[in-house]
C-alpha cells in the first residue's frame, strides 16, 4: 500500500556531522521506500562521516554539498530546492548547524537552503550530553521551537564517547513519525478527537487463566493511524495487541471489558469520532479466583459461571441519545454466518451510523490476518462491498467515511 502521506511528497534531507550519520542512511531509506522524493544536501562536517555517494544511492538523486561547484543548470540550486519542499528533515542536527539555523546564517548550502525555506522544519539534534545541556544550545533549540520547528529527541542513552546522558539522535522511526504529523497536520480531522478501542479482552479466571479471543488487534492499529494522518488527536483504548500501537497515538491499554468500556465512557464528551474495533468478550466469570484454581483428582468436570459483560457501543448509544456525543460511532461485525444480516441488526440495536461487516470464516481474512475483505452498512441503508484488501487499506476507507459521517452532521 502506498503511504498516503509520503507518497510523492519531497522532502529536504540536511544531514550535519556527527556519527549519528549512519541513522540519517536508514533515515533515508525509509522516506523513500515510503514514496518520498528526498533530496539530500549534508555539510562538510557529515562528509568527514559518510560519503554523499550513500544518500546519493539510497535516494536516487544527487546528494549536494557544496554551494558554488553545482552546475548542472541549477544556477541557484538553494533557492530551487528550498521552493520545491514540502517538508525539511535536518538529521542528525549538530550543535553548530543548530546554532546557524537559530541565528539565520546561510554560510554553506544547507543553511542558505533552510533559510529560503516557508514549510516546517523537522530537528532532530544529536551530540554530546554536555553540549546538548549548554546553555547557549538550549537558548538556540528553544528559539527554533518557538519559530515552529518540531524538535524530535535528543534521547538518552550511550553517546559516542562512551558516556551516557541525553544528545543520542531519535530513532528514524521516531523522526519519519514526527514528519508523518507534521504533514497530517492540516488534514480534514485537524483538531478532531477520533478514539479507537481494539484487541480481544481478557477476562480473568484466576491469578494466572483468562477468557480471551483470536483478535490481534491489527485492524484497530490501522485504524489509529490512518485517523492520525487525518490529522485527528487519536486514543486507542486496548486490550493486549499482537501488534505495535502507532506512534503519535495516545495509549490507554486495558484488560477486561468492563475497563474497555470504563475507558471509554470517560472521554465520550470529548469524543468526534468512536470506532469499536475491539473483540470484546460479552462474558465473564462471575468471580475470578484470587489464587491459582487447582484440580481436583476426584472431579472430571469443571464448570464455569460466566455473568454479562456491559455491551460498550449499546452503553454508549444511550448516553449519545442525550448529549448527541460522540458526533459519530462505528462498530465492526464479526460474522461466521449470515453476515449481513446479522451486520444489520447489530447497526440498528446499537445506533450506529457505520457498520463494518466483515466473514472471519474467510481464508485470508478476518482475525490476525493482514488483509480483511468487508461490507460497509451504513445508518441510512446504503451497503458498500470492498475486495479483499490491506487492513491499513480498509482503515482508510473506514476513516474517509467516518470523516464525510462528520461532515455531514455537521451540515445538516
Ligand atoms: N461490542 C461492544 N461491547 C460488547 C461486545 C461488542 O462494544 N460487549 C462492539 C464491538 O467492538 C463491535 C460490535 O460491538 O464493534 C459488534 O461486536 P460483535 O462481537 O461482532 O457482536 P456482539 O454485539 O458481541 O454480538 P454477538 O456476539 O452476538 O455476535
Known sequence: MNDPLLSGKKILLGV?????VYKAADLCSKLVQAGAQVDVILTEAATKFVSPITFSALSGRPARVDMWSEGSGQPIPHVQMAAA???????????NTQAKLALGLADNLLTATLLATHVP???????ESHMW???????????????????????EGRLASGAVGVGRMAEPVEILAAARRVLARD????GRRVVVTAGGTQEPLDPVRYITNASSGKMGVALAAAATD?????????????VAAPYGVACVRVRTAQQMCDAVLERLAQTDILIGAAAVADFRPAAAATQKIKKVSSEEELTLRLVRNPDILAEVAGRRAETGRPAVVIGFAAETQDLLA???????AKRLDLIVANDVTEPGSGFGADDNRVTLLFADGRQEALPLMDKREVAWRVLQEATALLQHGRDA
Not at 522544519?121 to 551530540?127: E, K, N, R, S, T
Open 85 to 95: 519542499a514540502d517538508l525539511v528533515i535536518v538529521a542528525p542536527l549538530s550543535a
Open 342 to 348: 446479522n451486520a444489520a441488526a447489530k447497526l440498528t
Open 16 to 20: 550535519t556531522g556527527g556519527i549519528a
Open 230 to 242: 487525518l490529522g485527528a488527536d487519536v486514543t486507542l483504548i486496548h486490550a493486549p495487541l499482537a
Open 187 to 190: 488534514g480534514p480531522l485537524a
Open 121 to 127: 522544519w523537522v530537528l532532530a539534534p544529536a551530540m
Open 133 to 155: 545541556a549548554n546553555p547557549a544550545t538550549q537558548a538556540h533549540a528553544a528559539t527554533l521551537r518557538s519559530r515552529g520547528a518540531v524538535q524530535v529527541g535528543p534521547a
